[in-house]
């Protein structure tokens, strides 16, 4: 039985694929076999209080916490400038027929 995590991510214009999502995807399959994403739209305030609306790509993920720790520190090396990353441990996960 694994975990089910989830990951936000900066996605591109419209949610395209971009290079730094195709290589995050093809990371995450091998790492753990595949993962379900979800286009989203996030909105916060920054420091100045001006509120930001970004698309953001959700990806949940069934693994271990320890791939989850190597998918998140590949978020930090494939988007830099971010300055965090939403993460979450959902529960446990399973796959049903």
Known sequence: MSNL?????PAGVA???TPATALFEAYIV?????FTYTAAR???ADDTG?????????????CTGA???S???????????????????????WLTR
Do not use: M, S, T
């Open 15 to 17: 949610n395209a694929l």
């Open 42 to 44: 996030g909105a916060w």
């Open 71 to 93: 998918i998140i520190e590949r978020a930090r090396k494939l988007w830099p400038k971010e300055q965090c990353f939403f993460a979450a441990h959902i529960g446990e996960a």
């Open 67 to 69: 791939q989850f720790n």
């Open 50 to 62: 001006n509120v930001i609306h970004e698309p953001i790509a959700q990806y949940d993920i069934a």
């Open 5 to 9: 995590h989830r990951i936000l991510v």
């Open 30 to 34: 091998k790492q753990v076999g595949g």
